[in-house]
């Protein structure tokens, strides 16, 4: 998912002034309301001397899943994505009931998920307001409305 690549600097900053062979991907803020997976009931532990456990997901895993399976650039997504995203779930999950060492893990896969504004910077997916919500700036005058007088 992410871009290969270094982040874009700020305007003025560039170097290089030619512009970029990537560009942003713009994404309509909203959330998205398409099909996706179900976050399963439960997850297997494994325990001492192989045995096994069944243990059901923590809610702060599901309020997670709420809001990551709702981002708007899910629309983006494949297949692929999905189960990167399922597997991520889990490791939310081992975090959310005390296991620390999957917080590192967690936030490399949040990144990669874009969960938050930086990590959206760096994939460069940009949300944008839909075209009707679009609204002309107040004050300014379209002289396209002037053309035929």
Same mark, same amino acid.
């Given at each position: 998912?992410?871009?290969?690549?270094?982040?874009?600097?700020?305007?003025?900053?560039?170097?290089?002034?030619?512009?970029?062979?990537?560009?942003?991907?713009? !994404?309509? /803020? =909203?959330?998205?309301? +398409?099909?996706? @997976?179900?976050?399963?009931?439960?997850? #297997?532990?494994?325990?001492?001397? *192989?045995?096994?456990?069944?243990?059901?997901?923590?809610?702060?895993?599901?309020?997670?899943?709420?809001?990551?399976?709702?981002?708007?650039?899910?629309?983006?997504?494949?297949?692929?994505?999905?189960?990167?995203?399922?597997?991520?779930?889990? !490791?939310? /999950? =081992?975090?959310?009931? +005390?296991?620390? @060492?999957?917080?590192?893990?967690?936030? #490399?896969?949040?990144?990669?998920? *874009?969960?938050?504004?930086?990590?959206?910077?760096?994939?460069?997916?940009?949300?944008?307001?839909?075209?009707?919500?679009?609204?002309?700036?107040?004050?300014?005058?379209?002289?396209?409305?002037?053309?035929?007088?």
């Amino acid at each position: 998912m992410p871009i290969a690549g270094r982040k874009p600097k700020p305007e003025g900053q560039a170097r290089n002034r030619t512009k970029p062979t990537i560009d942003w991907t713009e !994404v309509v /803020d =909203a959330p998205f309301a +398409g099909k996706r @997976p179900e976050l399963p009931k439960k997850r #297997r532990v494994l325990l001492q001397f *192989g045995e096994t456990k069944d243990i059901k997901l923590h809610d702060l895993t599901r309020e997670w899943w709420e809001t990551v399976s709702t981002m708007p650039h899910c629309t983006l997504w494949t297949e692929s994505d999905w189960r990167f995203a399922l597997s991520t779930a889990l !490791v939310a /999950d =081992a975090f959310h009931y +005390g296991h620390t @060492p999957s917080a590192t893990e967690l936030a #490399r896969r949040e990144k990669v998920l *874009g969960t938050t504004v930086d990590a959206r910077r760096d994939l460069r997916i940009k949300y944008v307001a839909a075209p009707s919500e679009q609204v002309d700036p107040a004050g300014v005058t379209k002289l396209d409305d002037y053309r035929d007088l």
